[in-house]
Each structure stands twice: as C-alpha cells, then as structure tokens.
C-alpha cells in the first residue's frame, strides 16, 4: 500500500510564504512507482467542500492549477526523492485549509477531481492570519 505523509503546515501571517512537502511511501503499486503517479494537491476550509488547488504529471510538464491560486502557488516533484511540493506565496487568510496530498497511480495527468485519485495524505494545516 501506498501511505502518502504531508509536512510543513504552519500557523502564518498574510503575505507570507510557505512550503509543503509530500513524501510517498510504500514503493510501488498496480506496478507502477512514484514517479508513474500523477500527483495533486487539494485543501479543505472549514465549513468548505474540498477543492482542487494544483496537479503534476509523471515528469512534472503538465501541471495545472485552480484559479485561486494561479500566479501565486508552484507544484513540483523530486521523483529521486519520492517527493511532492506545493510552494505557496503571498499567502491570504483565505488559502487558510488542510492541505491534502494525493496520488493517482493509474494516470499520468493529474485530474482536478477528487475521486480520480486512489492515495490520500492526512493532511497538513495552513493557517493564515491577516
């Protein structure tokens, strides 16, 4: 099985940066290796349904990203590390959510859906005050 832990979640001040990391475990599923899954981030708010916020491919050329966070937000992978990152910048109160990594083994785009992805992480809080 495929356990996917979060790092970096921190309480934070408008503006600011921060970086999340992603790191895969388990080796290997359905055949495939980290680097043969299409990877997202997704971020849930209180009170809020979960939501999309950025995916990456197998190698890391086609990535996307949700609306509020374009310009802002940068995905990358380290497949020699079995690793995923989400760079945040000029944080606002309201990207304030758990941040959730996921995997999808059977893809090499990342999907913007939630249910297209088989691993979950527990996630990791970001809290940003203003």
């Known amino acids: 099985q495929v356990r996917l832990v979060e790092s970096g979640g921190r309480l934070v001040q408008a503006g600011e940066s921060l970086k999340l990391s992603c790191t895969a475990y388990?080796?290997?599923?359905?055949?495939?290796?980290?680097?043969?899954?299409?990877m997202a981030w997704f971020r849930q708010a209180p009170g809020k349904e979960r939501q999309f916020v950025a995916s990456?491919?197998?190698?890391?050329?086609?990535?996307s990203y949700a609306d509020s966070v374009l310009g802002r937000f940068s995905i990358s992978r380290d497949n020699d590390k079995n690793t995923l990152y989400l760079q945040m910048n000029s944080l606002k109160p309201d990207d304030t959510a758990i941040y959730y990594c996921?995997?999808?083994?059977?893809?090499?785009?990342?999907?913007?859906?939630?249910?297209?992805?088989?691993?979950w992480g527990q996630g990791t809080q970001v809290s940003v005050s203003s």
């Open positions: 996921a995997a999808d083994p059977n893809s090499e785009i990342g999907s913007r859906k939630e249910v297209a992805y088989d691993y």
């Open positions: 388990g080796a290997t599923t359905h055949g495939n290796t980290f680097r043969n899954f299409a």
């Open positions: 990456i491919s197998w190698l890391g050329g086609g990535i």
